[in-house]
């Protein structure tokens, strides 16, 4: 539904020097997806956006909508923001804050004054009723929650029908509790409207919470493109494994491959079992990614085919539900999540243990 191929914008400043934007980023996206540009402030996700919404002139690269070319630069297609039939919600909403929540929702419409009055009503009334503001049309913008302004932008953003949402960080305005809340708002918002998003966030959660597929950029370039599961689970490299949710990554030396495992020197000459998703051109210099909650501490070795390695614990952090322990390991310091009530053997001393899938052999050691 959505195809950007070799997608390129650049931001120089006045010596030349590159200080942002997106190089050769390319996806397609089915209908009804929800797709997150995932990472780090000036990575270049808002910059793709932009370019898709048409507020941006790409230097290079074409984007189309149902087989519509809305920019090929060889071809020199550029059509004009208001005529690409898009519907974005802004980091800041952008509610008018002296117009009425319908008069908000309607303003697409009636600036473009292609539809009589009774059918801008009857659009309006149709927008609010998907995001549950039905009854607030006379309501002041001044008199709006957060979260009931983020959902008339929403209403707004799609009153036109749209074939397309562009979603730029909207819920970062909000406090902590209330984002948590609307995150399944969007979710269950955007399932029952249909609609294809592309979606822009810094966080992490919110990419794993809502996304079907999730594109990881990292200095103007796309690292991985996958499921959740995939991003999480299967990292293309140090960064992703280290910008999506907290890993370990264990310096190592892959010493032999053969079908998808791999048996990896870390730590000071130890060997372990992992999985291998991925070529590796140097099995001198690689990484094992392993997340917190794929080891478990045992005070004695186990057995059974798991990976085990000898530490001591170093410090504990309650996190609620949940503790945080820091075990030290030949100089490294692994960070393990365990249930808050887990007793810790009194010396400190322990075993970690873990399942050889859940170590991924990544190409490079981490920075």
């Known amino acids: 539904m959505l195809r950007v191929e070799r997608l390129s914008k650049i931001f120089e400043n006045v010596t030349d020097q590159i200080v942002g934007g997106i ?39 074409t984007i189309a909508v149902d087989d519509r070319r809305l920019f090929d630069a060889k071809a020199r297609v550029n059509v004009p923001v208001e005529q690409r039939a898009i519907g974005m919600v802004f980091q800041s909403y952008a509610i008018w804050p002296h117009m009425t929540v319908a008069e908000n929702v309607a303003f697409p419409l009636t600036v473009a004054k292609r539809s009589k009055r009774a059918e801008i009503a009857a659009a309006v009334q149709r927008a609010l009723t998907v995001v549950d503001l039905d009854g607030f049309q006379e309501r002041s913008a001044t008199r709006l929650s957060g979260g009931q302004q983020q959902r008339v932008a929403l209403a707004r953003a799609i009153v036109h029908e749209p074939r397309l949402l562009l979603l730029d960080e909207p819920l970062s305005n909000l406090d902590a509790q209330l984002r948590d809340d609307m995150r399944g708002e969007l979710k269950r918002l955007q399932s029952k409207i249909g609609i294809t998003t592309v979606y822009v966030t810094h966080d992490q959660s919110e990419a794993l919470a809502l996304s079907d597929r999730i594109a990881v950029i990292d200095r103007g370039r796309i690292t991985q493109i996958g ?51 991925q070529l590796i051109d140097d099995p001198s210099a690689v990484s094992v990614s392993i997340r917190p909650e794929s080891i478990r501490i ?65 190409p490079g050691r981490a920075a």
């Open 227 to 277: 499921s959740p599961q995939d991003i999480y689970f299967r990292p293309a490299n140090p960064f992703v494994a280290r910008f999506v949710g907290a890993t370990n990554l264990l310096p190592g030396r892959l010493l032999a491959m053969s079908d998808g495992r791999g048996q990896v020197e870390v730590l000071g000459g130890r060997q372990i079992q992992c999985v291998v998703l």
């Open 298 to 362: 045992a005070a004695a070795p186990v057995s059974g085919g798991d990976n085990c390695l000898p530490g001591r614990v170093s410090g504990v952090t309650f996190l609620g539900a949940t503790r945080r322990v820091d075990v030290a390991s030949d100089g490294v310091i692994l960070q393990v999540a365990t249930a808050a009530d887990l007793p810790l053997p009194a010396d400190g001393e322990v075993w970690l243990a873990f399942a050889p899938e859940r170590a991924v052999v990544l």
């Open 23 to 61: 190089s050769d980023a390319s996806f397609e996206l089915e209908a009804g997806t929800f797709f997150t540009l995932l990472g780090p402030s000036g990575c270049g996700k808002t910059t793709t956006l932009r370019c898709i919404a048409g507020l941006e002139t790409p230097d290079r690269g």
